[in-house]
């Protein structure tokens, strides 16, 4: 131990530089420390944050999933009572517009031999999209006029869009013969 007072106070301000060093150290050691808690502490933080972010987008599909079934259950239940409540009524105006049709072709195939103002015999039922061309006079060997003519009937609807224009073209006298040759 020195027992001169230079080397007793040169021995305390070592010490005392020794102890500010190493609170100094301590302090650095401290703040490192705290700056990788606080690090890890982000990390842990954004991984929490991204599993709890892919958990909540896996509930919420599932309970779109869930949503989703239930509106197709839930759509499925309502078309049926819809269809039950007015099925009968769809077939029954599917069964008459069906017979107005049928009505139509038959008097259309008919038509010639029910107050027909032409020679049944010079009739040619065409069908679609004029219902019969009559060649006037033909059974009597001079044809007078070709007549294109669409039987209607009951209240049978206007005129197609089709036959109109067909109609149209005859009026305009936009006829053409042609012969093709085999």
Known sequence: MPTNPQDLTNLVNFLII???VL??????????????AQRRFE???TRE??????ELDRQFQISKQELNRALVAEYDVKMLQWRQTY????????????????????SEHLAP???FPYNPRDARFIGSPIDIIVFNGAEEGYIREVVFLEVKTGDAAALSPKQRQI?????NKNVVWREFRI
């Open 43 to 45: 990390q842990w933080r």
């Open 87 to 106: 099925e009968a009524n769809i077939r029954a105006d599917a069964i008459i517009r069906s017979s107005a049709v049928i009505r139509g072709r038959v």
């Open 167 to 171: 109609r149209d073209l005859i009026q």
């Open 49 to 54: 944050l991204q599993g709890a972010k892919l």
């Open 18 to 20: 020794v102890v500010v």
């Open 113 to 115: 031999y029910i107050s």
């Open 23 to 36: 609170i100094v150290a301590l302090f650095v050691a401290f703040q490192q420390i705290g700056v990788r």
